[in-house]
């Protein structure tokens, strides 16, 4: 599997060493941080220290850094699993401002993506710094706090990793988050997992079908991927299927009400403040010609989850015991957060209460890919949406939206 190299020009990796307050960190270069870089440009957006790079564009526009821990474009469609062509792929949305993604059907989608992705790149000029992670954001409260706002600075902490020295904390008025999911896997908890004397993979570490050969594989996980391993596990390996609820497939056509309305249902928890749903799982499984045909031959045999795992097997929910070799959990992902911790966003009732992209308590942070903007189509809005609300936020304004006054950071 490959992925094209790094499009940062030398020393750009050097920048944010350099620049005192940005208006702005963008963290994460996947769809919804490269919609956003779009829209950013389009409203005057340049480098620290650099004109703006799009001819014609409003001047004043704002002081933007973006940073990706990618070593190059494609965020996590670089590590795709090998036979996830883009035949197979569950729909890839266009960039702004490019043509539809249109590679052929039978390209791993771990290289047309990216490749696709570095085009987008080398038409918005905006530097994006790489490798670079964020390993934490808080409150800067050694400078004045922001007049726009009334709220502190925010100080981002990042490392390189690539071994490179780490770049000095980038001070910013305003961080738009789109870090995806990618980088934190899910596993459910389940009793006797340390004892298992077999291998266990999870989606993110999957690659193809002929390292499981002749093995006999548990795929646990109601959803896409799932589906997707058992099809390509067919005639490599033993697959036994696991989920904790019954599989819900759609026979319907999926329509754009019905997805209108399985983004309001993900939209309802999160301004809400409740813990976050994917869209997948408020729209159900399609069935597809290839599905249909597998199910006709008994692969998509469903079994209740097991209880238990064994040392050699798993232990199923009506008493019997089932000898595998591996357990490929299928079982998605979290939002990658981490680094916000400082800032304390999560309230009472578990999840991250918020309006439009923005957080509710906090103007300064917005979540781009969370909730209802987690599929390439809401990301593309949401990159939309929270560059006009960041502007506004950044001009003052902030006061004169709901609620009449700044949230407060005490």
């Known amino acids: 599997m490959s992925a094209p190299a790094s499009t940062a020009r030398p020393g750009e990796a050097r920048v944010a060493d350099a620049v005192g307050v940005v208006d702005a960190v963008v963290i994460g ?6 919609s956003a870089v779009h829209h950013l440009l389009r409203r005057g957006a340049h480098a620290p220290g650099a004109p703006s790079p799009i001819a014609g564009a409003p001047p004043g526009g704002p002081a933007v850094v973006v940073l990706d821990s990618e070593e190059g474009p494609g965020g996590a ?7 996830l062509t883009m035949a197979t792929v569950n729909g890839i949305r266009e960039l702004p401002g490019m043509p539809p993604v249109d590679p052929a059907p039978e390209e791993p989608a771990s290289r047309a993506v990216p490749d696709y992705f570095a085009r987008f790149e080398g038409r918005n000029p905006l530097p994006i710094l790489r490798p670079v992670r964020v390993t934490r954001v808080e409150d800067d409260r050694t400078a004045p706090p922001d007049p726009a706002t009334g709220l502190p600075l925010l100080r981002v902490h990042a490392e390189r990793t690539d071994g490179e020295p780490a770049p000095a904390p980038l001070r910013t008025r305003a961080v738009l988050n789109a870090t995806g999911t990618w980088t934190r896997p899910f596993v459910p908890a389940v009793p006797g997992a340390r004892g298992f004397r077999g291998r266990t993979l999870h989606t993110a570490e999957y690659t193809r079908a002929e390292d499981l050969a002749g093995l006999r594989v548990a795929v646990v996980g109601g959803g896409i991927s799932a589906l997707g391993f058992l099809l390509d596990l067919e005639g490599v390996a033993e697959t036994t299927w696991y989920t904790r609820r019954e599989p819900v497939f759609r026979d319907e056509p999926f329509t754009e009400e019905a997805g209108r309305l399985a983004v309001a249902g993900v939209a309802e928890r999160v301004e809400a403040g409740l813990p976050v749903r994917s869209v997948v799982s408020a729209t159900g499984l399609a069935w597809t010609p290839a599905l249909r045909a597998a199910a006709e031959r008994g692969l998509l045999q469903r079994h209740e989850m097991f209880t238990r795992i064994l040392p050699d097997g798993v232990l199923e929910a009506d008493g019997r015991r089932r000898a595998v070799d591996v357990i490929l959990w299928a079982t998605g992902f979290r939002h990658e957060l981490r680094h916000l911790r400082p800032l304390h966003l999560h309230g009472p009732a578990g999840g991250i209460r918020m309006q439009g992209t923005a957080v509710a308590a906090d103007p300064r942070i917005h979540l781009l890919g969370y909730g209802p903007s987690a599929s390439t189509i809401g990301a593309n ?8 609300e960041l502007l506004v936020t950044l001009a003052g304004d902030v006061h004169k939206k709901p609620g009449g006054k700044a949230p407060s950071r005490e």
């Open 29 to 34: 270069a996947g769809q919804a941080g490269l």
């Open 77 to 83: 469609w670089r590590h795709r699993w090998d036979a």
């Open 381 to 388: 809005r949401a990159g939309r949406a929270a560059v006009t």
